[in-house]
DNA sequence: CTTATATATTTAACATGTTAACAAAATTGC
DNA sequence: GCAATTTTGTTAACATGTTAAATATATAAG
């Protein structure tokens, strides 16, 4: 019995907020779960997060990343990262080494075993981005991707 | 010194997973963030996250509401909304009280205090809203709901 | 060379996300 | 009516998000 489709019950106190079903954020939250939803089940069965995931997707193509390009690369905070990197390396995905040159810094590199998830996962990964372009539609993908960017950086 | 933006330095190993920076989850995660920052500060403020936000704000716009009503219009989880449900309550912000026609619901209102909050917290995050939808455009803030909600919805 | 400042990462503390299991109440089938 | 099933909400356990503070190393100022 929640029918407030009636645009007339809206607007009748200005201090009420915007309304909830046309809020960017939650638009966004709304979608991007959407998303996930294809995806977390199959990482699932491969017993890895949609984080961790992320993070030796990254090494795979950019090789050896130090911990501050990850969390820039992989959107994750530092302090998340910090937990992510120590589970992974306690599963043998990923070796951890100090920089040489900066002994702050930590070099993250993709273990065989990392490699051979990539393996498994990749594919299945693909061919649901795939199906999910198909569905929405490949030019809408890209139009989408556009207009998320230009939100993201609108404060640069 | 990343300028991976050459084109050519993708699709030399198919087993490799799709161009991070062009992949919907982060493309998606990445503007709700960006958004998001122009509102927790002032949340934060207010001494309130974006969740029990959310909570209060339905709240004060629909009156009495359930938890499984709540979950699904806020976007919370059951179980976090049991903890965030359980904190409003502490601080005094909501009241909640057992449904006499079934016993398993928990409906939720809004408590004075509550009230007090959205009266403080509603004409900023308009503010901040409004200056958002300025920004990027009104018009093509509509787009991007649309083509959201499309996403959202191309499971059901 | 030494102090002050800046940067990279970690730790701490708390809130939320996520899945599974559970408890309690309602509904269905017989 | 009553057992089986479904629905609602909670609890548990672990991963991540979020902010602040701490630590260690590097760089700049003097």
């Known amino acids: 019995m929640s029918r407030d489709k009636n645009p007339d019950d809206l607007g009748h106190d200005a201090l009420l907020p915007h309304n909830t079903r046309r809020s960017l954020p939650i638009a966004l939250l709304r979608a991007r779960e959407a998303v996930m939803a294809h995806f977390r089940p199959m990482l699932a069965r491969h ?6 995931w ?3 997707r990254i090494l795979a193509e950019a090789g050896r990343v130090d911990a501050s390009e990850m969390a820039d690369k992989a959107f994750i905070l530092a302090p998340s990262l ?5 589970s992974l390396e306690e ?3 990923i070796s951890k ?5 900066d002994g702050r810094r930590v070099l993250l590199e993709i273990a065989p075993e990392g490699m051979r998830v990539i393996a498994d996962v990749s594919p299945e990964s693909r061919a649901i981005y795939e199906q999910l372009e198909t569905r929405y539609g490949r030019e809408r993908v890209e139009v989408l991707l556009d207009m998320l960017d230009e939100l993201a950086t609108l404060n640069d």
């Open 97 to 101: 080494h100090k920089d040489a040159d």
């Open 54 to 56: 992320r993070v030796i």
């Open 82 to 86: 910090t937990r992510i990197i120590r």
């Open 47 to 52: 017993d890895i997060t949609e984080q961790q």
């Open 91 to 93: 599963r043998g995905l």
